[in-house]
Nanobody, 129 residues
Framework: EVQLVESGGGLVQAGGSLRLSCSPSGFSFDDYYIGWFRQAPGKEREGVSVISDFDGTTYYADSVKGRFTISFDNAKTTVYLQMNSLKPEDTAVYYC??????????????????????WGQGTQVTVSS
């Protein structure tokens, strides 16, 4: 069974940092876009950031630019989301997602959840004020 496994969520005070991790199970990152999405209670799932394992192209939501960084480890076995200067409004369940192999997203489409075929189970991030 192919799936994505997230870790690294937790409770942090405003201004603090967390690093989320996403690793594939049953497949390898090879010609995919891997993204992070989040969903707060009562709100729609929204795109946070995405990265290409082919050329390293990244996109970020305006709300996290300058605070969050998406990256791969050297072996491209794990995608990280480094979250700094966290705010209470960052509180949400964070999901990792990947396109199908060879799938491509662009600046106008990367936030569309329908572009992604595989999703993780989610990890809770809570930022206290």
């Amino acid at each position: 069974e192919v799936q994505l496994v997230e870790s690294g969520g937790g409770l942090v005070q405003a201004g603090g940092s967390l690093r989320l991790s996403c690793s594939p199970s049953g497949f390898s990152f090879d010609d995919y876009y891997i993204g992070w999405f989040r969903q707060a209670p009562g709100k729609e799932r929204e795109g946070v950031s995405v990265i290409s394992d082919f050329d390293g192209t990244t996109y970020y939501a305006d709300s996290v630019k300058g605070r969050f960084t998406i990256s791969f480890d050297n072996a491209k076995t794990t995608v990280y989301l480094q979250m700094n200067s966290l705010k209470p409004e960052d509180t949400a369940v964070y999901y990792c997602a990947s396109t199908g192999v060879g799938g491509t997203v662009v600046e106008d489409t990367w936030t569309d959840v329908d572009e992604y075929d595989c999703w993780g189970q989610g990890t809770q991030v809570t930022v206290s004020s």
